[in-house]
T-cell receptor, first 113, second 113 residues
Framework: DVKVTQSSRYLVKRTGEKVFLECVQD?????MFWYRQDPGLGLRLIYF???????EKGDIPEGYSVSREKKERFSLILESASTNQTSMYLC????????????FGEGSRLTVL | KNEVEQSPQNLTAQEGEFITINCSYS?????LHWLQQHPGGGIVSLFM???GKKKHGRLIATINIQEKHSSLHITASHPRDSAVYIC???????????????FGTGTLLAVQP
């Protein structure tokens, strides 16, 4: 069974803390994505990676960075968390193809106090 | 105006009813996805369409490329179908651009027993 695993389901952090969200997929997919989901706004793409060490900014990259040192792992980093980064974060992966199906993780709900 | 619009935003149905959720988009696409998200849970891919119609159990998805419209139908609805249903389109690949997904804001479906 295909699997995308996010390291934490729920996190509570303080303003200014550094936050790491980890995502691992076991499907040998080239593409990996980080989204945030907020009520009324839907899913918005933060960053995208199409290969090891390769990344592209999504629609809302400000305040975030990413790391992809290995094909199966894609990390989202909040260098200095702020309250407006309180959200649900979803990782996804897909094959590099024109119509690649997306596989999502269970999500990480981050609260920044 | 959003590039992907879903209707209705909220839908309440009685168990057994036939349900239709609509998705209209304004960009050229290579594929359209229907996704399901249960409360507090991750997102599951239901269908990926580039033309015509697909059926899986009680779920049917159709797409009309010329009219830039897709529908998700649920026959003999059940309370366990209660979830948020999200339409997402994969934009046509442009030279030098990322082939990315554009999401609708979702339709919240509640099926009452």
């Amino acid at each position: 069974d295909v699997k995308v695993t996010q390291s934490s389901r729920y996190l509570v952090k303080r303003t200014g803390e550094k936050v790491f969200l980890e995502c691992v997929q076991d499907m040998d997919h080239e593409n990996m994505f980080w989204y945030r989901q907020d009520p009324g706004l839907g899913l918005r793409l933060i960053y995208f990676s199409y290969d090891v060490k390769m990344k592209e900014k999504g629609d809302i990259p400000e305040g975030y960075s990413v790391s992809r040192e290995k094909k199966e792992r894609f990390s989202l980093i909040l260098e200095s968390a702020s309250t407006n980064q309180t959200s649900m974060y979803l990782c996804a992966s897909s094959l590099w193809s024109r119509t690649g199906e997306l596989f999502f993780g269970e999500g990480s709900r981050l609260t920044v106090l | 105006k959003n590039e992907v619009e879903q209707s209705p935003q909220n839908l309440t149905a009685q168990e057994g009813e036939f349900i239709t959720i609509n998705c209209s988009y304004s960009v050229g696409i290579s594929a359209l996805h229907w996704l399901q998200q249960h409360p507090g849970g991750g997102i599951v891919s239901l269908f990926m369409l580039s033309s015509g119609k697909k059926k899986h159990g009680r779920l049917i998805a159709t797409i009309n490329i010329q009219e830039k419209h897709s529908s998700l139908h649920i026959t003999a609805s059940h309370p366990r179908d209660s979830a948020v249903y999200i339409c997402a389109v994969r934009s046509e690949r442009r030279r030098g651009a990322t082939n990315k997904l554009i999401f609708g804001t979702g339709t919240l479906l509640a099926v009452q027993p």
